[in-house]
């Protein structure tokens, strides 16, 4: 499942004002400079576009909200619209009661869209290592993704990055969180949905909003990951719905499952790599296409008959590249060390949640000693 990213916010600051030390013409003479200064670097740098472009993007999306309590009790709100906004609300409430994530006011208002997709979300990687391309952002740091409301610049960038010699993917993204930085609205590329995708959805971004650990793209998804699924199994449970409990358990067996391949296939590729690390550009790429063949085969005829909730086929159409498999493995990786915390935390799924913080806090802590 792919959900991704916004990287704006406003930077304001009051702290020559509280001074109370400078005169206020010169006080404004400053503000005027630093504004064209800003406006200079957003409009001259390729990252100040692109952060300029996300803002507008943002200003549009929170300028169109509307509560969604009020959208569900109006008469004219179409029913399939009202009964998906009423579990957003369900699903919400459950995160904070339940589960003990930081809502803030995010999914409390609605933003409808004039287009099919939020976001077109690119990542890269380099075809001769298991190695990503990355992109730095102000505050927030390093992403092996960039999302882009300009569809033009994603397919640009694109075959920039192809022209370089990268393995590229790019795909739709119908959801992204600001870190907490904003209220995020529901948008109506997410209501779209099944019931079960919209409650795992609105869970994994409230993981987000609750903790993200700087620079640590593929845990923070793959935990969100973790958060969403087992998290989507005890709403449906608690809301007494088997039938969508059952789809919940199918989706999370889904998430292992693949997630279990990805790793196996990474662990494959990176020993070819490491065994021919002396070797030309051409010859280690060759030898990582061999890999990607058997992974194929194993997709198919191992993989693939114990999926549940894949389309026939997909197993044959899914792309096997360096980029496709790091992007996967961002909101998969070691799915399995967090359900061995959830398991040691008897099945508790909010007690699961506060030991995963609380171990890799304290990881972080004996790193920096």
Known sequence: MIRRPAHAREQLTAALRRQGRLPWRLLRRLTGAGTVLA???LGLTPMGCYLSRAAYEEARILARRQPIQRLVVRDNTDPALRAKLALVLEARQFAIDSLHLKAGESFTTFSPLDRDTLVLVVSAAYRDRLARKTWWFPVVGRFPYKG???????????GQLRAEGFDVVVGPSSAFSTLGWFNDPLVSTTVKADSVTLVNTVLHELLHTTFFAKGQVSFNESFATFVGGRGAEHFFRARGDSALLSRARDDWHDDRLLGAFWERTANEIDSVFAARRDSARDARIAARDTVYARARVRLVDSVGPQLRTYPAGWVRRVPLDNA???SRRVYAERLDRFDSVYAAAGGDIRLAIQ?????????VASARR
């Open 148 to 158: 882009f409301f300009d569809f033009a610049e994603a397919a640009r960038t694109a």
């Open 355 to 363: 030991r995963v913080i609380a171990m890799h806090r304290d990881s």
């Open 324 to 326: 496709v498999l790091m």
């Open 39 to 41: 406006a200079l670097a």
